[in-house]
């Protein structure tokens, strides 16, 4: 039983081996097929300008979108933030549609592709400001005291956390007397 089972293993491997053919090609390669192109995805970097240039180029690369009304633009880093401005009577979804064109125009620009735009208006607003305070000379406590305003709207306030104020004295007449501190 032992010869007739390793007897059978030994054909079996034979019959196997022998359907390959050994062949001498390699795997296509782009050098062999002229129809295969490899295209560079990633944008090339853009020798860095100061960052007042990098603004105005993005700011009138936003502007020039059909739609977009304004644009304002502060750049921390190699991040860009960009606040459009657009018609306040703009459906939710057209500003949406806006804001996605302006995205798309700056990742084909290279100073543009870590950009975040948005299209809130008081957060365009926020940033026209701590703009001015960046030419103004005052970039940090310009961004200090428009960041602290953000956070401010953004933190929720929460109904348990109030405290009950003091009820303030009222005349008979009802209106209230004037406190001296």
């Not at 059978?8 to 295969?36: D, H, I, K, M, Y």
């Not at 020039?64 to 306040?88: E, W």
């Amino acid at each position: 039983m032992y010869k007739w089972f390793l007897s059978a293993l030994f054909l079996s491997l034979l019959t196997a081996g022998c359907g390959t053919v050994a062949r001498n090609e390699t795997s296509p390669s782009p050098q062999n097929n002229a129809g295969v192109h490899v295209q560079q995805s990633v944008p090339r970097e853009m020798d860095v300008a100061g960052p007042e240039q990098v603004t105005v180029h993005l700011e009138r690369l936003a502007a020039s979108i059909p739609g977009v009304q304004g644009a304002h633009c502060v750049v921390l880093g190699n991040t860009a933030v960009v606040g459009i401005d657009v018609d306040g009577k703009l459906d939710r979804s057209r500003v949406g549609t806006l804001k996605y064109a302006v995205a798309e125009a700056f990742r084909k620009d290279p100073y543009g592709v870590n950009a975040v735009v948005t299209a809130d208006m008081d957060l365009t607003q926020r940033l026209q400001e701590i703009g001015a305070d960046i030419r103004r000379g005052r970039p940090i406590a310009g961004f200090a005291e428009e960041m602290a305003d953000i956070v401010g709207r953004i933190v929720p306030q929460l109904p348990r956390n109030t405290e009950q104020r003091e009820a303030e004295p009222q005349t008979r007449s009802g209106t209230k007397i004037d406190k001296q501190l």
